[in-house]
């Protein structure tokens, strides 16, 4: 470290002797920052946290290439009145479709989704059922025959009652049931009892244009408002919102986060540093002689924001520079790093803390400000640069996770603290000579007197009281949590890590039932392919797979269009083949007279005699299945029977269907958000082991060549390692889960809060048997201080809506909280007992 700073001292010589220019290099680079910091967007989607080259990320890419994802507004309209909630869809299309987006002039909407037009498949639903529909169809119609021809002889007895044989044919008659409903819903979408109804808008502007949408959803309000839904009926109410609007609501609440933790985290920490060293400098002010006391308390009490103003802007300048360059390299945010503004200056302050320190008291000696510099340059200046080093190089080790969320974070943040260590040793003493000019900092010269009589005298040994309670009851939790790891767990649960939005849930509530789909088919992955042969295979492949697991499997269904409708000339003549055969069994004597709803349907469903042409369907049925070219697409949708808000339920789909093999030995790979989301929990589950063990890997090393010693290394660790367990005994003892947001707290944890053992070790060291009271009251003081800046920075996030950041500024506070506890605790209780079998060595 010596080495280093020698190195770079002439930098520093220059800096104190040419303050102003250093300070306007400084502000130069900080506009600079500023310049590309503002390019910075923060992106939500999970995709993002996956590496370009997952296949997961490919797959879906590769869809949102072919078949879109197009996002849409909806609107739902709530009355008793069926015909009040149609004329006002009726009514407010037309302006809707007319609706400007004046910073554009373009149209807010190029279509929209109300009425479905089903008449004509009420004639061909046949015609796009599936070969095993069909087949379960000519089984259902042929016991109804059987039980028709055996019920119109007389002399028939039924002896047995074969339940199992009337369930299986409901079943089949309920398959058809169940198919034509799907086929063929209600003409309007609406809800059971027909008091809600939904339409659907298609923007013509980006889901990521924040601006056209917060305008989009501000003009659509002021239309709904001028239409007046009370006039069509008194109970009417009428909301515009759907995913869209959640978007914009999760990126706003974001932001928010992000004010609301930069005002709530930076606040407390500047107040704290302010009342540390008002009192700090009044208190030693106060202790010297009268004579010297020249300035009155209103003069300390206006210098207050001094410490402020000396330590803040340098810090300010190395974050505008950190996030700077992350918006040249890496363009954008994540959820996790989109709050380390405030997370890194709670970090970097405590560089600037304890330099600034430092120097207030060798500057009491009488010495000059370069001298008191330089002084305080070797001193503080070493064991800042090995913190800095040390956390930012264990911060750095994430850079090499696959899993983004881990990897940006890294970045970010090690940049971060080695900007903002350069930034306190080179920027803040240029400040403090310009501050010394116009005597904005009060000194008491007579006050280092005192105290180097003070020194002079000897010391009384104090004992740390209660050691041995101390040790064993920390060592009494380390065993606890060592027989109960097995009660740390992970929140798999999206919905519980995801903020709750009023006016969404409401809106929800109005529109939950009026899809105008009774289907229970969610949330479907897809895999696409290059050609229909290839999706025969796929289809074959997945079929296999789920004969294969039987009930354990997690697929509900399988479809493909050309499974429902005909593609080519012979499949459309094999397909009337089979509704010629459906015709001739519903002709048989014994079901022509069976008149109700349903053989009614089957009827005109089967009369089908030519092949469908393709642009005679209903948009609603197409569009699922036609790329955005509007071409009919090449994949296969396969549809989960569980839901899959559940990450466990996500990695078991994913496991099961993520990556497929056709009898070619053809590989394809499914594609959905869930099975993103799923990839994303897997690759985030086996990386964070592997990055917590590289991080103190790396931290441990970097102790071994600061203490050159295994013996104090392991000391000066012992802080750390007791401190997380600590952690994870509140985890336990209170229910406190992990999750995908504050696994990312855990490499953090160690890399900062290993600075507490590494100065009570190195001080106690220097200080020899015998000090460790005094060694707290010095420098346990000044880590307490850093440790309460750098909770207060994550305890920013405490005050956000969001509960996985919440989750992180939880995690992190305690976690600080618990090494710095350790520290002041444990560590010199361990001193202590071994002292007193003189057991420790300073060899």
Do not use: C
């Amino acid at each position: 470290m010596d080495k280093i700073l020698n190195f770079l001292l002439p930098v520093f010589q220059f800096n104190i002797r040419h303050p102003k220019f250093t300070l306007s290099i400084a502000t130069l680079f900080g506009l600079a920052g500023i310049f590309f910091a503002l390019r910075l967007t923060v992106d939500t989607d999970i995709a993002s946290l996956l590496p370009p080259s997952h296949p997961s990320v490919q797959a879906l890419e590769r869809l949102q290439a072919e078949v879109g994802g197009e996002t849409e507004m909806q609107l739902v309209i709530s009355s008793p009145s069926f015909e009040a909630n149609r004329a006002f869809a009726e009514a407010i299309i037309p302006p809707s479709m007319e609706l400007i987006y004046q910073r554009t002039g373009q149209l807010y909407f190029s279509r929209f989704e109300f009425t479905k037009d089903t008449e004509v498949l009420k004639d061909y639903a046949l015609y796009l059922a599936t070969d095993s529909e069909l087949d379960e169809l000519e089984l259902f119609l042929e016991d109804e025959i059987e039980d028709a021809r055996l019920a119109a002889n007389p002399f028939f007895v039924d002896f047995e009652d074969d339940w199992d044989d009337d369930e299986e044919e409901a079943n089949r008659g309920q398959m058809f049931a169940d198919l034509y409903t799907e086929l063929i819903p209600d003409r309007y979408p609406i809800n059971a009892d027909s008091t809600s109804m939904l339409l659907r808008f298609i923007p013509t502007g980006s889901r990521s244009d924040l601006a056209f949408l917060r305008n989009l959803f501000r003009d659509y309000d002021n239309l709904i408002a001028q239409m007046d839904p009370q006039s069509f009926h008194p109970d009417m109410v009428v909301l515009a919102g759907g995913r869209l609007q959640r978007h914009l609501m999760e990126i706003d609440s974001i932001m928010n986060d992000v004010y609301s933790s930069f005002s709530a985290g930076i606040g407390s920490v500047l107040l704290l540093v302010m009342i540390y060293f008002f009192l700090k400098t009044l208190i030693n002010y106060r202790k010297g002689s009268p004579e010297e006391r020249k300035k009155g308390l209103f003069s300390h009490i206006k210098r207050m924001p001094v410490p402020i103003v000396l330590i803040g802007i340098p810090l300010l300048i190395s974050l505008l520079i950190t996030f700077g360059v992350a918006g040249v390299t890496l363009g954008s945010l994540n959820t996790m790093t989109a709050v380390l503004f405030v997370i890194l200056f709670g970090l970097g302050i405590d560089y600037g803390l304890h330099f600034y320190a430092r120097y207030l008291e060798i500057r009491s000696d009488g010495e000059n400000v370069e001298k008191s510099l330089l002084k305080t340059y070797y001193s503080s200046g070493r064991a800042i640069m090995t913190s800095a080093i040390t956390t930012g190089l264990a911060l750095f080790v994430l850079i090499y996770a696959d899993f983004r969320g881990f990897s940006e974070f890294g970045f970010i943040s090690g940049m971060g603290i080695v900007l903002a260590y350069l930034a306190m040793i080179y920027v803040l003493p240029a400040f403090i000579v310009l501050f010394e000019r116009y005597n904005w900092i009060l000194i008491n010269r007579n006050q280092l007197a005192e105290q180097t009589t003070a020194e002079a005298k000897p010391q009384s040994f104090k004992r740390y009281p209660f050691a041995k309670t101390i040790l064993a009851v920390g060592i009494a939790i380390i065993i606890f949590v060592a027989f109960n790891t097995d009660k740390l767990r992970f929140e798999y649960d999206f919905s519980v890590l995801e903020p709750e939005f009023s006016e969404y849930m409401e809106f929800r509530e109005l529109s939950r039932d009026a899809e105008g789909s009774a289907s229970e088919r969610r949330n479907p992955a897809y895999v696409v392919a290059d050609s229909y042969e290839e999706v025969e295979r796929i289809l074959q492949a997945i079929r296999h797979i789920q004969e294969e697991r039987g009930d354990d499997s997690l697929i509900l269904g399988v479809e493909a269009l050309q499974e429902r409708f005909p593609i080519n000339e012979q499949a459309e003549q094999h397909k009337l083949e089979r509704l010629s055969t459906i015709r001739e069994l519903l002709d048989d004597p014994f079901l022509a007279s069976s008149e109700n709803e349903d053989m009614d349907r089957l009827r005109r469903a089967s009369q089908a005699t030519e092949p469908l042409d393709f642009e005679r369907l209903p948009d609603y049925l197409t569009q699922r299945f036609l790329t955005r070219d509007g071409e009919i697409g090449r994949f296969v949708m396969i549809y989960p029977n569980v839901g899959l808000g559940d990450g466990r339920n996500s990695i078991a789909f994913k496991n099961e269907i993520g990556r497929i093999v056709t009898e070619k030995d053809e590989v394809f790979y499914s594609a959905s958000t869930s099975i993103v989301a799923a990839s994303m929990l897997d690759l985030m589950q086996d990386e964070s082991f592997v990055m917590v063990l590289a991080t103190f890997i790396m931290i441990f090393f970097m102790m071994l060549i600061s203490f050159r010693s295994l013996r104090w290394a392991i000391i000066s660790l012992l802080p750390l390692v007791i401190g997380l367990s600590w952690l994870f005994f509140i985890m336990i003892l209170f229910g406190l889960s992990f999750n995908f947001y504050n696994l990312v707290t855990l490499p953090a944890i160690l890399g900062i809060g290993n600075d507490n053992g590494v100065h009570l070790a190195s001080r106690y060291r220097e200080e020899g048997p015998k000090s460790m009271w005094n060694v707290l009251a010095s420098t346990g003081q000044h880590i307490s201080i850093g440790s309460f800046t750098t909770m207060l920075g994550f305890a920013g996030l405490l005050f956000t809506m969001h509960p996985g950041l919440y989750s992180i500024g939880l995690l992190a506070v305690i976690g600080i909280g618990m090494t710095l506890l350790a520290a002041v605790t444990f560590l010199p209780a361990l001193v202590q007992v071994l002292e007193d079998n003189n057991w420790i060595n300073f060899n």
